[in-house]
């Protein structure tokens, strides 16, 4: 079970520094249907069934070597996730100035999106011509707002992205060197099984409140920015997956000192 000393709670804050919202969205970043329960339970022990199942269905190749990289060293990485509008890049930008290699999930999912890839043409074949701004390239406002629309359509754009991002990851991962930390960026990290590549789970979050303000900020109307909010996961269902929780409630500095803290018992922690 995981104790109060793993979870550690980082009280600190900061606008965010990223998570844009069209990119969020493009990235699949409503919850698929599926029972909440599957957000519940110990992080670890679930992790690890969820593991097992992956492996046996192969539903994710290259798992069962989670965490090992060049030469079958020992190497840790990391899921960063969280509510659009908590400060995960903010957080991933602290983490790499510790020495952190740091992946962005929708990054991936920006260029897999490009034209003349695979993604490109099943996401045009699935959605049509209209998510295409005028210069044939996906605009991700535009897919952002159909898929937001209707919960089975982003659950096929997450089919249709999700192994793709998967892949890069796990390929970046087989480059992993002793003592390397990998962090990966990704808003839909606990709906997908990006998370069992991850040997911990760190959430970023932040108030209600806060988070609204923060997306209005990026001009977001009141309504969109509370559906937006609505169909990710509850505060309680996100600390229920975490291993580390970092609270993005305070200054800047506080925020730094408590990814500091985490990032330092990390490297001090035993390695498998």
């Not at 965490?67 to 060293?73: A, I, K, L």
């Not at 952190?100 to 043409?121: C, F, L, M, P």
């Not at 707002?145 to 192994?163: G, N, Q, T, Y």
Request: proline share 3%; net charge positive.
């Amino acid at each position: 079970m995981r104790t109060a000393a793993r979870q550690r709670h980082a009280r600190a804050g900061s606008t965010d520094s990223g998570d844009g919202a069209a990119a969020e969205a493009a990235d699949g970043e409503g919850r698929p249907d599926r029972p909440e329960r599957q957000l519940l339970g110990d992080a670890a022990d679930r992790r690890r069934a969820c593991r097992a199942r992956a492996v046996a269905q192969g539903a994710v190749r290259g798992v069962g070597a989670r965490g090992r990289g060049r030469e079958g060293v020992s190497a840790r990485v990391i899921g960063l996730t969280g509510p659009i509008g908590a400060g995960k890049s903010l957080v991933a930008s602290m983490l790499r100035e510790l020495g952190a290699k740091v992946i962005d999930a929708d990054a991936i999912v920006h260029d897999e999106q490009s034209r003349g890839t695979v993604g490109y043409s099943a996401i045009v074949q699935t959605f049509g011509t209209g998510v295409l701004g005028e210069d044939k390239e996906i605009d991700r406002a535009k897919l952002a707002a159909e898929v937001f629309a209707d919960p089975k359509k982003l659950a096929r754009l997450e089919r249709i992205m999700h192994p793709r991002v998967i892949a890069r990851i796990l390929e970046a991962r087989k480059m992993l060197r002793e003592n390397d930390v990998m962090i990966v960026e990704a808003i839909k990290l606990l709906e997908s099984d990006l998370r069992n590549v991850c040997d911990e789970i760190w959430i970023v979050l932040a108030p209600r409140a806060l988070l609204l303000e923060r997306l209005r900020a990026r001009g977001l109307p009141q309504p969109e920015a509370e559906m937006r909010l609505a169909r990710q996961a509850s505060e309680e269902e996100f600390r229920a997956a975490a291993d580390v929780v970092i609270s993005n409630d305070g200054d800047r500095d506080a925020t730094k000192a408590r990814v500091r803290d985490a990032w330092e018992r990390l490297r001090s922690a035993p390695r498998g």
